[in-house]
């Protein structure tokens, strides 16, 4: 374990510990019951914040948004604990890492894809350990009887490196990069959230920031133009598409007080064109 990471365990032995949590078992059953038993049977004094139980079933990339989008407001020392598993009970493996200061322990398949393009690893290893683990595993609840008791082991304060192997390998998403030239930017969809915004894969940070109408890129998404970047959905009339750098730092088309989803469909081309 390097200093960087030796320091996030001070810090975090002198507050609370908090363990976040991220799934996409719902509220319906007894499963986020269950996760949240075995963490506090391993550390009862931890604060359990939950992020969302309503990732799309399956969907690793919906987990691999919402972590990123979570991740920077959380104190360093956090357990990330993301659960999104369609292979769980195969060979796919257990990560426990630190990135930025803050832990995650999360399936090997491709959830921290996003966290790692923007967070610096500070250590990353392999769960192997099953002294960390429940005594009695499930092979179709690793979350409950794998993830949730390394989770609540690292909020106690043991060394991330005392879980298995190092590695300095993970599964990573095969996101569609947006192509990028002087005067065109051609992007993709990731996702649809509840309000019907379509998030897409052009960083923010490659657009300069709008300041007014006379911003020199404008959007078009199924070759009907949109108009400049705004900054704010209240931009727009009730009812009209908004192009705008969201709060996760991605290009977002929206429609003030509508679903642009609903308008465009899940997947319309998306250009941004120079003036």
Known sequence: MNERTEHVRTERDSRMPIITL?????????????????????????????????????????GALVLKQVWPWFPPGTVHLCVVDPGVGTSRGVLVASFGERFVVAPDNGLLT???????????????????????????????????????HL??????AEFGPRTERMTRLELPEP????????????????????VTNVDGTVLRSPTSDS????????????????TTF???????????????????????????????GRSPSIEVRRV
């Open 179 to 198: 192509l990028v030239s002087p005067t065109l930017i051609r992007g993709h969809v990731l996702h649809v959230d509840r309000f019907g915004t379509l």
């Open 234 to 264: 209240g931009d727009v009339e009730p009812g009209n598409p908004v192009a705008l750098i969201g709060s996760s730092g991605f290009l977002e088309i929206a429609v003030n007080q509508g679903r642009a989803v609903d308008r465009f």
């Open 22 to 62: 991220t799934t996409d078992y719902g509220t319906q059953d007894g499963y986020v019951g269950a996760l949240k038993g075995a963490i506090l049977s391993v550390a009862p004094t931890v604060r359990i914040v939950d992020i969302t139980h309503e990732i799309e079933p399956y969907s690793v990339l919906h």
């Open 215 to 230: 911003e020199p890129w404008v959007v078009v998404v199924d070759g009907v133009e949109i108009g400049a970047i705004r």
């Open 114 to 152: 996003l966290v790692a393009r923007s967070e610096s690893c500070d250590a990353m290893y392999f769960a192997a350990n099953p002294k960390f683990f429940h005594e009695s595993v499930s092979p179709t609840f690793h979350g409950r009887d794998v993830l949730a008791p390394i989770a609540a």
């Open 155 to 160: 909020a106690n304060g043991i060394s991330i």
